[in-house]
């Protein structure tokens, strides 16, 4: 079972986003990886996934983080009661109702967060309210 395991340096990063956790609107949360640390995307889901699945009460969590030198990226995790799907789409992303990201070039990590907090003012209801719409 060791290689289920996280190597101490991702375990110590997992636990620094972890530390910038915000809960913008009831049941979402989002972190935010410091600007000058480059992860892998996949990382960014894993803490999402993650954080979603241990803290009671979490509908959706949202992870922000540079994965490449010009690339800031969100991943997005839901329990299906809200549809991350239609949140990164109106980011220029996509994906499906319980899992989803975007991507952005050239840009800072406030500014990606500050776009995700804009998208959850102006389309969270649409996308709680969407229980109707089609999973996958």
């Known amino acids: ?15 620094k986003v972890a530390s910038t956790m915000k ?28 954080l979603r699945e241990q803290i009671r009460g979490v509908s959706a969590c949202f992870v922000i983080g540079r994965t490449g030198e010009d690339t800031v990226s969100i991943s997005a995790r839901s329990d299906g009661t809200i549809n991350v799907g239609l949140l990164t789409d109106k980011l ?3 994906g499906q109702y319980d899992r989803a990201g ?10 990606v967060e500050s776009k995700l907090l804009d998208c959850l003012d102006t389309y ?10 089609e999973r996958i």
């Open 1 to 15: 079972t060791d290689f289920l395991k996280d190597e101490i340096e991702e375990f110590n990063l997992i636990n």
């Open 23 to 50: 809960s913008p609107h009831t049941g979402v949360m989002y972190c935010v990886c410091a600007d000058d640390d480059i992860v892998e995307k996949s990382f960014l889901a894993k803490v999402a996934n993650n």
């Open 92 to 94: 220029g992303g996509g």
């Open 102 to 111: 975007a991507a952005f070039t050239n840009v800072k990590v406030g500014l």
């Open 124 to 133: 969270l209801e649409e996308a709680r309210s969407d229980l109707g719409g």
